[in-house]
């Protein structure tokens, strides 16, 4: 009786461990875009106070820097609409808002 419920806990332990590394990579995936968008915000203040100002969401991209870290691959390199993003064996398509002279762009699943 004793192994059946041992057991029993033991499989719920395994789902429950498995969950929590999925969840896991998708909480880096959004940190990952948090920083995205913190970047890209900066990236585009320093464009609109730069001496020619803001003149389109490309000059942003220019500058605008991709490398989140070793533990990150862009599967589907970024644009100016996105791309795909990949932490350890997890793919994520992330959008992007293109910046305008009001707002820097926006990044999110």
């Known amino acids: 009786m004793v192994l059946i419920i041992l057991g029993i806990l033991a499989s719920v332990a395994v789902v429950r461990y498995n969950n929590l590394e999925d969840t896991s990579k998708q909480v880096a995936i959004d940190s990952a875009i948090s920083d995205l968008n913190g970047r890209e915000s900066l990236t585009w203040a320093n ?6 100002g803001y003149n389109d969401d490309q000059e942003v991209l220019d500058v605008f ?3 989140l870290g070793s533990h990150y691959t862009w599967t589907v390199p970024p644009d100016k609409f996105g791309g795909t993003l990949e932490f350890k064996g997890s793919s994520v398509a992330i ?3 293109p910046s305008t002279a009001a707002q820097p762009a926006f990044w999110g699943r």
């Open 47 to 52: 464009q609109n106070i730069s001496t020619t």
């Open 95 to 97: 959008n992007r808002t």
């Open 65 to 67: 820097d991709y490398n």
